[in-house]
Structures are given as C-alpha cells and as structure tokens.
C-alpha cells in the first residue's frame, strides 16, 4: 500500500510544516504534549467546544485529508484510549452525582470509536468504518486491516491513523506503576537516561493510503505483529518478514527503533539491532514524541518523511551508517509485550513494482 | 433571589457546562435565543441544560412540554428558577 498523504499533531511542529525537524523541539519533565493548531476553518466551533483534545486532534487531521483527496473507501482508526480524560469525566460523574441525572457529550465523545464515527459522518462517509483498540498494536492492527482490503481489491483508497492523548487521570495511574521517569529528563538526553521509566507522549497522525502508486509515493510493503516473544521469536518473525518480501538483512538501510529510556525494555532494540542490523543507519523518535501506545504511527511518518524529503536530523540519528535509505524497517513494542515490525520502503529509487 | 445576580450566574454556568467558544457569559443578553438563531444551541446542549438545572439549583424539567417554554433564553430560564425554586 502507498501512502498518498499525511498530516500529523505531535509534540514537534509538524501540522502543516514539512521543515519540523529543522527545528526540533527539547521538553523536560515527563510529559510530551502536542502542538495543536488552531482548528478555524476545520472544525465547526459549535463541534469543537464539545470536542476533547484526542478527538479534535483526530478531526483536526482526518478532516483536511478527506476535503483533499475525496470521498475514502474506508475510515480505519487505531486508538488505545481513545478520548480518555473525556471518559473518566463520565465515570467520575457516575459517582459524583450518585448515579443520578448525567450529561451525555463526555460519553459520546470519548468512546475510541467516536472519530471514526465523526469523520464519517461529517463527510457523509457511509463506507467501511472501523475503529481497532489493542492497546500497543491498535495501529498495526489498522494497518494490516488497510493491508488487506488494499490488497484483495475492496477498497483503492483509505484514510488510515491513529490517536492517543495524555490524560492526567491515566498519567497518574502509570505513574504510579513506575511506567514514568522519577527523575527529571529532557527529552534530548531520553535515550541515554539509563534509568527506569520513559516519558509519556501523545498524537494524532492521519494516512491516505492507496493500492495504486503515484510519482514519488512510498511503499508499506508489510506489517507484522507478535505479543510476548522470546527474543528468538521475534527474530524469526523479522526474518520471515524480509523472506516474503525478497530481501535480505543487508537490504534494509535504515531501522527505527522504539528506544524510550527505559532500562527494563530497551535490551529489546539493543539485542534486536546487534542480531541482525549492525550495519545500518539506527534512528530513534520517542525523544521527539514520548511513549504511547500508537506511537509507531508517527514512526511510519518518519519513515515516509527520511525516504521522501530526506529528512535527516541529528536528534533522530543513534548510529549512522551513511547508506542511502530505500528500505527502512520500523521496530517497535510497548512495554515489551506487544510487539510489531513495519517495512517501508521508497520504491522510486529503484523503479520497483509492488 | 436576586434575579439580576441569578441571571448572570446563570450566563456563567450556560458557557461553562456547554464550553462555549464564541461568547464570554456578559456577552450574552438577557433575551438572546437559545436555540435556532441566537446562541445556535442544539438538542444535546438541551439535555446539558437540563442537567445544569438539576445539579446547580435541584430543579427537574420532567416534561419536555415544558422544556420548549423554560429554555427560551436566560430571561425565562430565570423566571423558571424563582418559580419553583424551594
């Protein structure tokens, strides 16, 4: 599948500036939150004072997508959480007001479905509409669900994302389970920290993706996907992966790798790039975004963005080889359970046909 | 009850329940509809409105009859309070 379009909200200014990474920017502390745009002109205010920060950020980038590129032949959304502060309002309402009279915008807007179901319905999208919630593969989960629709002729084109959103109620609750740094770090020194904990992250990125390529378009040639490997596993799930595809180790150029400043984990990239990728150009992104469940999303984007525009910048570099990138593999997992492997590759260098 | 005082607590509560963007509570008059022109609401901020009135001054609006002459505007959502209120 070739992705025709993207448009992301992170915690780097990437709305509408393809340069973000010329200028990238340092948090400190544990939380990395998204640079939201002014939705004028995008969402209908009378919509949008309704709206909670995952959903608005949803619209925000699933909307302009749609006016661009027309009517989708689906809408597949990937979301862990979902409009989570939005939904713990509403629980907490439930006992606060002792089960009494509730108000029903924080439990129509919060569902994890409630996006998909708002692109749709905004746009009059009566197709395909589906939201996967697997908490760390929700948006590998879509993915492979694009991959096959694409593949077996049901569908040309699809609007495919994923979003998460820092809620405090469920920071907290991580925080509580040591999930977060108990010191201070700045983002910048995250991978290194060599401490227990990462930093918590947040996003939205949207996908057009289409079974036909364009001039220029990049490839997701495969996704894969495995919960509580051994280390053997896994390697043989990127071999076989590779295998399918007709190539080899020494063909991947690039590998992005979750890597997120925690010790307990990270012995998962490490291991995985000195097994099989000690030659490669290894790029890191959770210090540009943080942890989050559907963080892969914007691994894919900056994937698309290193084949497509040559994104290169020193933060997302953690070792270089100086090999020209024409297939990047996207390694990544969440709290080491659920993990999943993306392979993208810029069909143009070569004149390959998928 | 002061129904100066009650009115605008009342703006206050209308654009904090239903997170309004567009108007600051002193911007709202007294007699600008709620519904159709005016503050444009529609019917979900109808069912927030009925639970505001419930939770801030204990008052149901159990038929909805009623709910068409009470939710006209901040006026009779006033009326309404001073009416009924214990």
Partial sequence: ?354 | MNKEILKQELKAHLVSYLNILEYKPEEIADDMPLFGTGLELDSIDSLELIVMLEREYGLKITNPADGRKILVNIESMADFIIANKK
Avoid at chain 1, 16 to 22: K, L
Avoid at chain 1, 37 to 43: E, K, N
Avoid at chain 1, 317 to 340: D, E, P, T
Wanted: hydrophobic residues 35%; proline residues 3%.
């Fill in chain 1, 1 to 354: 599948m070739f992705i025709k379009d993207i448009l992301s909200i992170s915690p780097q200014d990437t709305y509408n500036n393809h340069n973000y990474w010329y200028n990238v920017k340092t948090y400190i502390g544990n939380k990395l939150s998204c640079i939201e745009p002014s939705y004028d002109g995008i969402i209908k205010p009378s919509q949008l004072r309704r709206m909670g920060k995952a959903l608005r950020m949803g619209i925000g980038c699933g909307l302009p997508l749609l006016d661009k590129h027309g009517k989708v032949d689906g809408i597949i959304i990937g979301t862990s959480e979902g409009g989570l502060e939005d939904c713990i309002k509403f629980l907490n309402q439930i006992v606060d007001y002792d089960e009494g009279t509730l108000t029903p915008t924080n439990f129509m807007q919060s569902t994890p479905n409630a996006l998909s179901g708002h692109l749709a319905l905004i746009t009059g999208n009566t197709n395909y509409n589906i939201t996967h919630v697997n908490k760390g593969l929700s948006f590998e989960n879509a993915l492979i669900d694009a991959q096959m629709l694409l593949q077996d002729g049901s569908a040309n084109v699809l609007l495919v994302g994923s979003v998460e959103e820092i809620s405090d109620y469920n920071y907290n609750i991580e925080q509580s389970a040591n999930q977060y740094k108990k010191v201070e770090c700045r983002s910048n020194e995250l991978i290194h920290s060599n401490t227990e904990g990462t930093v918590c992250g947040e996003g939205a990125v949207m996908f057009v993706l289409s079974s036909q390529p364009e001039n220029g378009s990049i490839c997701i040639k495969d996704v894969d996907a495995i919960t509580f490997p051994e280390e053997s596993e896994l390697l043989d799930l990127c071999k076989n992966m590779l295998r399918r595809n007709g190539i080899v180790t020494n063909d991947i150029d690039g590998v992005i790798v979750g890597l997120n400043g925690d010790i307990r984990t990270d012995h998962w990239y490490t291991n995985f790039i000195s097994s099989l990728f000690s030659d490669q150009t290894i790029y890191t992104y959770k210090n540009l975004v943080g942890e989050y469940p559907t963080s892969a999303s914007f691994a894919v984007k900056l994937a698309h963005d290193i084949l497509k525009n040559n994104m290169i910048c020193p933060e997302i570099i953690f070792k270089n080889s100086n090999r020209a990138q024409k297939n990047i593999l996207i390694y990544n997992h969440f709290k080491g359970v659920q993990h999943s492997l993306i392979l993208i590759s810029d069909i143009n260098s070569s004149n390959e046909s998928l």
